[in-house]
Every structure is written in C-alpha cells, then in structure tokens.
C-alpha cells in the first residue's frame, strides 16, 4: 500500500513559479513510476508529467519547458516545479504512484493517488 500527500498548492500570478511536493508512505516508491495529472473544473483528468524509477522523465505537450518533475527517492518525495504559469494551468493537480506502467500518461496506468492539491493561477 503507498499514500500519497500532496502539498505547495496556492495563488499565483499569472507568469510566476509554485512548486508541488508529493510524500509518499510505503516501501514500494523506489520501484514505483510517479506522475503528475491535473483536473479542471468540468474537465477530464489530463497527464502533466511522469518520472521513472531512474530518473526517465515526460511531460505533456503544454507544460514542456516549464515544469520539471524530480523524485528523491531516500525522502519518499516526487516533486513538480511549474514555471512562467498562467490561467490554463488552473486545476487540482494530483500526484499518482503506478508499479507496473507502461508509459504514464494515462490514468488507469497508477494504482495510488494523492487527494490533490488546488493551483490557481490569476490573470
């Protein structure tokens, strides 16, 4: 079993930077992928980036060349710095943990989540 809990969401202006932590309990996270989706209201739950168990990383389309998504594995953590936001970036993003994935970019592919955290990001 891994949880997972996010933190580091808030306000922000448009152009500025916030950075996500995501702890995560459980003595799989070394072996685990990590990724990072996010949510919209009314909206379906998007992929924003994922890293490997060795650092391997991708990202979506939209936020390439602005977030870097990292993981210390001896503190349990994947982390997500987002930079140069703006309103499109506004969601709930979540943190997910998956032992057998294939590619990370779809939701079915995790088996934990985190219970998210907001960013909003003001214009």
């Known amino acids: 079993q891994v949880q997972l809990v996010e933190s580091g969401g808030g306000l922000v202006q448009a152009g500025g930077s916030l950075s996500l932590s995501c702890a995560a309990s459980?003595?799989?996270?070394?072996?685990?992928?990590m990724g990072w989706f996010r949510q919209a209201p009314g909206k379906v739950r998007n992929f924003v980036a994922a890293?490997?168990?060795?650092?391997?990383?991708d990202y979506a389309d939209s936020v390439k060349g602005r977030f870097t998504i990292s993981r210390d594995n001896a503190k349990n953590t994947v982390y997500l710095r987002m930079t140069s936001l703006n309103s499109e970036d506004t969601a709930v993003y979540y943190c997910?943990?998956?032992?057998?994935?294939?590619?990370?970019?779809?939701?079915?592919?995790?088996?934990?989540w985190g219970q998210g955290t907001q960013v909003t990001v003001s214009s």
């Open positions: 459980g003595r799989t996270f070394s072996g685990s992928v």
């Open positions: 890293i490997g168990e060795r650092g391997g990383t």
């Open positions: 997910a943990a998956g032992l057998v994935v294939v590619r990370g970019r779809r939701p079915d592919e995790y088996d934990y």
